[in-house]
């Protein structure tokens, strides 16, 4: 039943994420970096602190008795996924649902189960695989396995990138995707990838805090709530202090009060796009203490967001227009990124 439970909780929070993007397209004349850090105080400042209220009692003090050492590796986890979350607003910008939640998603759940065993390489902790170990056992040799098959997936989801732009008028990709680029778009999108991976480890760097939660008797479906809470300040410096950067180089700081724009309507989308970016993590965190494996929830998790972000592309006819081989190619990408997730997945639960 736990386990149906998580696949179930992974499923609504996938849902969440891969959805996101849609309310932003509800906003009119603003700039990016202007809707974009608007949805961000609503998923990194003011939603998670209202769910850790509500859900984990005395949260406040939980933070403030953990050591410095935890808050500050979760901090600083969550600056370099901030980072993986701005680009990967700019992926999606740039490639469109389908193939730019696919190539950013892709690379996060690979390195999503790689990067807390590299630390943990420098780092030895009781209890915690390392890389040096996942080179040694069958569950390691799989997940790198997989993230070798990841590549290749990624590769060919490029590969359908560079036959779409050979498809498509200009006319029609300003149809399929207003601003498509690939090659900016790609290399965004493999940085996104990697530094969006970091937020499972923020996990992983503030479990102390959740720990702490269960033992003051708060239900454990809720305890990574209270480690959400210092993770995404990090996500927030990072994206705050570039949306402000973007708002002075485009003089878009008269976004805000520009009575020529929907102001309430924009700020309305763009809180309930950050809302559900924040949505993916409360329930992420209800599947994880149901599957008890933090790298086989995170698999599980991107999977569920490459298939939602995929369905909404579709509905978008971001596809529209191409030729069947190029199609074809695109779903081979998605095949073997989702066989790569399989693997990482099969591999960590070994």
């Known amino acids: 039943m736990n386990v149906l439970l998580g696949i179930i909780f992974h499923a609504i929070g996938g849902f969440s994420s891969g959805s996101f993007y849609m309310p932003f397209k509800k906003v009119k004349g603003w700039a990016w970096e202007s809707f974009w850090i608007i949805g961000g105080l609503f998923s990194w400042l003011i939603i998670p602190p209202f769910a850790a209220y509500f859900t984990v009692e005395n949260f406040p003090e939980i933070i403030s008795q953990a050591t410095s050492n935890v808050k500050n590796t979760t901090f600083l986890m969550g600056l370099m996924w901030g980072i993986g979350g701005l680009t990967y607003g700019l992926g999606v910008r740039y490639l469109g649902m389908s193939l730019g939640n696919s190539i950013v998603l892709g690379f996060c759940s690979a390195f999503g189960a790689l990067v807390p065993s590299i630390y943990y390489d420098f780092v030895p902790t009781a209890g915690k695989v390392s890389f040096s170990d996942m080179l040694n056992t069958y569950g390691g040799q799989l997940v790198l396995s997989g993230v070798l098959i990841c590549i290749i997936g990624i590769a060919i989801l490029g590969w359908a990138g560079m036959l779409k732009e050979k498809d498509l008028s200009d006319e029609q990709k300003q149809l399929s995707v207003k601003e498509f680029n690939l090659v900016k778009g790609l290399i965004i999108a493999i940085i996104s990838g ?153 591999g ?3």
Not at 286 to 294: A, H, T, V
Not at 302 to 319: S, V
């Open 194 to 346: 990697i530094l969006s991976s970091f937020f499972n480890f923020g996990i992983e760097a503030g479990k102390p805090m959740a720990d702490a939660a269960v033992r003051a008797g708060n239900n454990p479906l809720f305890q990574n709530n209270v480690t959400y809470v210092v993770l995404l300040w990090g996500g927030l410096t990072t994206n705050f202090i570039w949306c402000m950067y973007l708002n002075f180089k485009n003089k878009t700081f008269g976004d805000y009060i520009n009575s020529k724009t929907p102001i309430a309507s924009n700020i309305l989308f763009s809180g309930i796009a950050g809302t559900m970016w924040f949505l993916q993590f409360f329930f992420y965190g209800m599947g994880e203490s149901k599957l008890g494996n933090g790298a086989s929830s995170w698999i599980l998790h991107m999977a569920t967001i490459i298939l939602t972000a995929n369905f909404w592309g579709f509905w978008l006819k971001e596809w529209k227009g191409v030729s069947q081989k190029t199609f074809n190619v695109f779903l081979a990408g998605i095949a073997i990124m989702l066989l790569s997730i399989a693997l990482v997945g099969y």
């Open 348 to 350: 960590n639960a070994r």
